[in-house]
Nanobody
């Protein structure tokens, strides 16, 4: 299984960005997908998890700004981020079971 997050980049505060996580293999549709982020010199933190059935749990800090979704036909999970803040600057990663993808860097400038 391989996971690859993409779609990060530099944005201005207040803007939106959607990042994707594409998985290889045939287990995607039956697996939960987690989104995490790791800011410089900080611990990795959970953003949210979407189950194979589409149920979603968000971390408290999300507060309605982020939305997780998935497209099983495309083996892809998405993280829609709105009203971005400089403190959202981090490497964003996805996970599926014990597998982790290489992250994508999101840089939010004020």
């Amino acid at each position: 299984v391989q996971l690859q997050a993409s779609g990060g980049g530099p944005v201005q505060a207040g803007e939106s960005l959607r990042i994707s996580c594409v998985a290889s293999g045939s287990t995607f549709s039956s697996s939960a997908i987690g989104w995490f982020r790791q800011a410089p010199e900080k611990q990795r933190e959970l953003i949210g998890v979407i189950s194979s059935e589409g149920n979603i749990h968000y971390a408290d800090f999300v507060k309605g700004r982020f939305t997780i979704s998935r497209d099983n036909h495309r083996n892809t999970a998405y993280l829609q981020m709105n009203s971005l803040k400089p403190e959202d600057t981090a490497v964003y990663l996805c996970s599926m079971g014990r597998h982790w993808g290489q992250g994508t860097l999101v840089t939010v400038s004020s």
